[in-house]
C-alpha cells in the first residue's frame, strides 16, 4: 500500500461518511425558537455561574437589536427562520476520558468519521463535539503533566474561570456582529486550550464538530491562549448529515498569543449544502507573535467567515491562508482581517477560490494600517477560478493605509480552466471529471502545502468528490 | 480484423469553414507514415480530428483504429483504447506536476479499485526521463510551465512512452527544436518503433525525416491526399518543393473529369 493511500484511510472524513445520522434521544432539549427562556435553559442545564447567565441574557438583548448585515451580504441570510431553529440539545453526557464511556450511538457516530483511530495515529488530544455538548475530550497524559489545558469551553469556564474570565469575550466582543452576539447568548461546547509559557505542544490537538439534528443550531464557543513563547497547532473538522431543513453553525472562535507565542488554527470543513455557516473567528497577537489561520471551506448552503488577527505587538506576524469551493447553489463568502496595531507588524493573505455550476464565491478582505505606525507590511494575493460560464466570483478587497513608512500588496486574479486544458488532459484518457479535478488540485497546490500531510490528502479526496458529483 | 488505423473518405470543418475534404489514409500497425503538406493543407486538423477536439465537426467519412470506430468515443476513450496526439503546442497545467498527471493518466488505464504501484512507477520513469535526457528534477515541476520548445516537445515523447500507444500521431514534433533536441526526441521514437504499434508524423520539413525514416510518405494538399510514395518522396519535396505534385495533381483530376 502507498502512503497516500495509508494516510487516507488514516483520515477517514469524507461527504459520504458523514452522510447518516441516528435517532434523535436527548436528555436535555431547549425545543424551538429563542427567547430569555431559551438562554435560562441552556445555563440552567449547565448549572452556570450568574455571571455567565448575565452575559448571555446581554448577548441576547444585542442580538436583537441588530438588524441582519444584508446591506452589504448576501439576502439569503433572511432566509434563516430563527424560531424554527432548536438551540440545545444534549444527551446528558458529561465528555469522557475513556472511549468506552461514551453513548453507543455517539461512539459509532464518530467512529465511522474515525475519530478515535486517528487520535491513536497522531493526535495529542482530541474533542468530539456531538450536537450541543462534547461527548469525549482526552489529552495526552504528557501534555498534562506540563500544564497544558485542552477541554471543552463549559468545562474551562467552571473549572478554570481564573483564565477563562479575563480573555473570554475580549478578542470578539458580543456586539462584533449579529452572529456573534447570538453565539454569545447561546454558545455551548466549544473548546477551552490553554498552554502554559515555553510549552511546545508538538502534536496537533483536534476538535471534531457534528451536527446529527435536523433543524439545529451549534453555536460553539472556542478559546485559545498560548503563553509567552509556547507553540500550538489546532485543527478542527466539520461534518453534517444531510437534512432537508436549514441547520445553522455559528461559532466563535477567540486565540490569545501572547508575546513570543505561535498559534496555527486548521479548519477542513466539509458541511452539507443546507448547513448557514455563519463564524466569527478572531485572535491578537502580541508583541513577536505569530498567528496563522488556515482555513478550507467546503459545502454548506452559505459561509461567512473572515478570520482576523490583531497585530497588537511589535513584529507580531498575522497570516490567513483560505481555500473556499463553492459548488452549485452554494456560496462561500470568506476572506480576512488584518488589523495593524503596532510597528513592524506584517500580515500575509492568500486566497484561492473555485467556483463550480452556479456557485458564488466572494472575497473581502480588510487591512488596516494607521498613520502613527512605522514599518508595517501587509501582502494580498486572492486569486479565483471559474469552472462553467454560469460560475460567479467576486472580489472586494478594502486596504486602509495611512502614512508612508508601509509596503503593502495587492494582486488579484481570475481564470477560468481553459477548454485547451481539459482537451490536453482528456487525450492522455482522463475523463472529464478527472481532468476537471486534476486542474483544481493544481490551482490550489501550492496553499495545500501549507497543510499538514493527512489534512492535504484529506483536502484532496473532497476536492475530487466534489468535482465527481458536479460533472456527473 | 485488420490491424490499422484507417481513415476513409474523412470530410470535417472547423468554424463552418471545411477543411478535410475527403482524406483517404491507411496507417497499418508496424509501419511509419508521414504526411508532408503546405501550411493551412489540413495536417494539424487532421491530428485533432483523430483526438477528437470539440470545435472540429465531422461532416462524413469513418475513421478507425484496429477496427474500433474512432468518431464514436470521447476523447479519453479514444486514449485509453490506445490513441496519442503529440501536441504542436502542448499545453500548461499550472500546479499539476509531471509525474502526478502521468500517474494520474495511466492510473486511468486501471480497472477500479486498482493502484498504481507508485515504486515501479517512477523506476520506470526514470528509466524513460534518463533515455530523453530529461533532469529527473523535472518530475515536480508542472506540466510544461515555463518550458522551452525543445521540452515541452520531449515531455510529449515522454508521455507516449509511459502511456505505449497502439497508433501515434506527432503533429509537428519538429518544430521548435535544435538539432540536438531533433535527434533526442527522433530516437525516442525509434525506440518505440515495434510491429505492434503504428506511427503517423506530420511534419513540414523533410529534416525531421532523415532521423524518424519513415516506411510511407503522403503529401496532403487542400484536405486531401494527393500523393504517396517511399521515404525518398520527402527527399524530392524538399528538393523542388510542392508545386510539381499539384500540378501532378491538377493534371489527373482534369483527365478524371474528362
Same mark, same amino acid.
Given at each position: 500500500m502507498n502512503q497516500d493511500t495509508a494516510t487516507a484511510e488514516a483520515v477517514n472524513i469524507n461527504q459520504d461518511v458523514g452522510d447518516f445520522s441516528f435517532p434523535e434521544d436527548y436528555a436535555y432539549d431547549a425545543g424551538t425558537g429563542l427567547s430569555e427562556k431559551t438562554v435560562e435553559y441552556i445555563s440552567g442545564v449547565k448549572k452556570e455561574e450568574k455571571w455567565i447567565l448575565d452575559f448571555r441574557k446581554k448577548a441576547l438583548k444585542i442580538f436583537e437589536?441588530?438588524?441582519?448585515?444584508?446591506?452589504?451580504?448576501?439576502?439569503?441570510?433572511?432566509?434563516?427562520?430563527?424560531?424554527?431553529?432548536?438551540?440545545?440539545?444534549?444527551?446528558?453526557?458529561?465528555?469522557?476520558?475513556?472511549?468506552? &464511556?461514551?453513548?453507543?450511538?455517539?461512539? &459509532?457516530?464518530?467512529?465511522?468519521?474515525?475519530?478515535?483511530?486517528?487520535?491513536?495515529?497522531?493526535?495529542?488530544?482530541?474533542?468530539?463535539?456531538?450536537?450541543?455538548?462534547?461527548?469525549?475530550?482526552?489529552?495526552?497524559?504528557?501534555?498534562?503533566? &506540563?500544564?497544558?489545558?485542552?477541554?471543552?469551553?463549559?468545562?474551562?469556564?467552571?473549572?478554570?474561570?481564573?483564565?477563562?474570565?479575563?480573555?473570554?469575550?475580549?478578542?470578539?466582543?458580543?456586539?462584533?456582529?449579529?452572529?456573534?452576539?447570538?453565539?454569545?447568548?447561546?454558545?455551548?461546547?466549544?473548546?477551552?486550550?490553554?498552554?502554559?509559557?515555553?510549552?511546545?505542544?508538538?502534536?496537533?490537538?483536534?476538535?471534531?464538530?457534528?451536527?446529527?439534528?435536523?433543524?439545529?443550531?451549534?453555536? &460553539?464557543?472556542?478559546?485559545?491562549?498560548?503563553?509567552?513563547?509556547?507553540?500550538?497547532?489546532?485543527?478542527?473538522?466539520?461534518?453534517?448529515?444531510?437534512?432537508?431543513?436549514?441547520?445553522?453553525?455559528?461559532?466563535?472562535?477567540e486565540l490569545v498569543a501572547m508575546p513570543n507565542a505561535k498559534i496555527q488554527y486548521i479548519t477542513v470543513q466539509n458541511w452539507s449544502a443546507n448547513v448557514f455557516n455563519l463564524v466569527t473567528k478572531r485572535a491578537v497577537a502580541y508583541e513577536n507573535a505569530e498567528v496563522r489561520w488556515i482555513d478550507c471551506n467546503i459545502g454548506s448552503r452559505l459561509t461567512m467567515k473572515y478570520p482576523g488577527v490583531v497585530l497588537k505587538g511589535r513584529k507580531a506576524r498575522g497570516e490567513v491562508i483560505s481555500i473556499a469551493l463553492a459548488n452549485d447553489g452554494q456560496h462561500q463568502d470568506t476572506g480576512a482581517k488584518m488589523i495593524h496595531a503596532a510597528d513592524e507588524t506584517t500580515s500575509n493573505v492568500i486566497s484561492k477560490s473555485i467556483s463550480v455550476g452556479t456557485g458564488r464565491s466572494t472575497y473581502r478582505g480588510m487591512v488596516h494600517i494607521p498613520k502613527h505606525l512605522k514599518g508595517c507590511r501587509n501582502n494580498t494575493e486572492c486569486d479565483a477560478l471559474l469552472i462553467n460560464a454560469n460560475s460567479r466570483t467576486d472580489t472586494y478587497p478594502a486596504i486602509t493605509v495611512k502614512g508612508n513608512q508601509h509596503v503593502t500588496q495587492h494582486e488579484a486574479s481570475v481564470s477560468q480552466v481553459s477548454e485547451e486544458q481539459i482537451f490536453y488532459m482528456k487525450q492522455r484518457g482522463l475523463n472529464e471529471a478527472e481532468a476537471m479535478s486534476l486542474s483544481v488540485n493544481g490551482f490550489v497546490n501550492d496553499l495545500v502545502r501549507e497543510f499538514p500531510m493527512e489534512y492535504s490528502v484529506e483536502l484532496k479526496r473532497l476536492i475530487d468528490l466534489e468535482m465527481e458529483n458536479s460533472v456527473g | 480484423m485488420s490491424q490499422v488505423l484507417s481513415i476513409k473518405n474523412l470530410k470535417a470543418s472547423v468554424a463552418g469553414q471545411e477543411i478535410l475534404k475527403g482524406l483517404n489514409l491507411e496507417v497499418p500497425q508496424g509501419e511509419v507514415h508521414a504526411i508532408m503538406g503546405p501550411n493551412g493543407s489540413g495536417k494539424s486538423t487532421l491530428a485533432k480530428v483523430l483526438a477528437g477536439h470539440e470545435d472540429y465537426e465531422v461532416i462524413s467519412g469513418e475513421a478507425s483504429m484496429d477496427g474500433e470506430d474512432l468518431l464514436a468515443m470521447e476523447i479519453d476513450e479514444r486514449s485509453r483504447a490506445g490513441f496519442f496526439l503529440a501536441f504542436q503546442y502542448p499545453h500548461e497545467i499550472p500546479g499539476v506536476s509531471i509525474a502526478n498527471f502521468i500517474r494520474a493518466a495511466r492510473q486511468a488505464r486501471l480497472g477500479k479499485g486498482d493502484e498504481l504501484d507508485a515504486v515501479a512507477f517512477y523506476k520506470e520513469m526514470y528509466g524513460k526521463m534518463d533515455e530523453l535526457k530529461i533532469d529527473r528534477s523535472f518530475t515536480g515541476r508542472s506540466?510544461?510551465?515555463?518550458?522551452?520548445?525543445?521540452?515541452?516537445?520531449?515531455?510529449?515523447?515522454?508521455?507516449?512512452?509511459?502511456?505505449?500507444?497502439?497508433?501515434?500521431?506527432?503533429?509537428?514534433?519538429?518544430?521548435?527544436?535544435?538539432?540536438?533536441?531533433?535527434?533526442?526526441?527522433?530516437?525516442?521514437?525509434?525506440?518505440?518503433?515495434?510491429?505492434?504499434?503504428?506511427?503517423?508524423?506530420?511534419?513540414?520539413?523533410?529534416?525531421?525525416?532523415?532521423?524518424?525514416?519513415?516506411?510511407?510518405?503522403?503529401?496532403?494538399?487542400?484536405?486531401?491526399?494527393?500523393?504517396?510514395?517511399?521515404?525518398?518522396?520527402?527527399?524530392?519535396?524538399?528538393?523542388?518543393?510542392?508545386?510539381?505534385?499539384?500540378?501532378?495533381?491538377?493534371?489527373?483530376?482534369?483527365?478524371?473529369?474528362?
Open positions: 437589536g441588530k438588524p441582519l448585515p444584508t446591506h452589504w451580504a448576501s439576502k439569503d441570510l433572511e432566509n434563516i427562520i430563527f424560531n424554527d431553529i432548536r438551540y440545545y440539545l444534549a444527551k446528558g453526557q458529561q465528555p469522557t476520558r475513556s472511549w468506552d &464511556e461514551v453513548p453507543d450511538d455517539v461512539k &459509532e457516530t464518530f467512529e465511522r468519521l474515525g475519530i478515535p483511530e486517528k487520535e491513536r495515529k497522531f493526535l495529542a488530544g482530541v474533542e468530539a463535539q456531538f450536537d450541543s455538548e462534547a461527548a469525549y475530550s482526552n489529552v495526552k497524559v504528557e501534555l498534562e503533566k &506540563e500544564g497544558v489545558i485542552f477541554v471543552n469551553s463549559t468545562e474551562g469556564l467552571r473549572e478554570h474561570p481564573e483564565i477563562f474570565r479575563k480573555w473570554f469575550g475580549k478578542v470578539i466582543p458580543t456586539g462584533d456582529n449579529k452572529y456573534s452576539a447570538l453565539n454569545s447568548a447561546v454558545f455551548s461546547g466549544g473548546s477551552f486550550i490553554y498552554v502554559p509559557p515555553g510549552v511546545k505542544v508538538k502534536h496537533p490537538l483536534q476538535a471534531y464538530f457534528r451536527i446529527n439534528a435536523e433543524n439545529f443550531g451549534q453555536f &460553539e464557543r472556542t478559546l485559545i491562549i498560548v503563553d509567552e513563547g509556547a507553540e500550538v497547532t489546532y485543527m478542527e473538522g466539520c461534518t453534517a448529515p444531510k437534512f432537508e431543513t436549514a441547520t445553522l453553525h455559528s461559532a466563535v472562535v | 506540466v510544461n510551465e515555463g518550458f522551452s520548445g525543445g521540452e515541452k516537445k520531449r515531455l510529449e515523447i515522454l508521455q507516449m512512452m509511459m502511456l505505449e500507444p497502439k497508433y501515434a500521431v506527432l503533429d509537428e514534433t519538429d518544430s521548435g527544436l535544435d538539432i540536438d533536441a531533433l535527434k533526442i526526441v527522433a530516437a525516442g521514437v525509434n525506440a518505440m518503433r515495434s510491429p505492434q504499434r503504428g506511427f503517423l508524423v506530420i511534419t513540414h520539413y523533410q529534416r525531421l525525416l532523415d532521423y524518424i525514416v519513415p516506411d510511407v510518405v503522403h503529401v496532403l494538399y487542400k484536405g486531401k491526399i494527393i500523393k504517396t510514395g517511399g521515404k525518398d518522396l520527402a527527399l524530392e519535396l524538399e528538393e523542388k518543393g510542392y508545386d510539381w505534385v499539384i500540378q501532378e495533381f491538377a493534371d489527373k483530376e482534369v483527365a478524371v473529369e474528362a
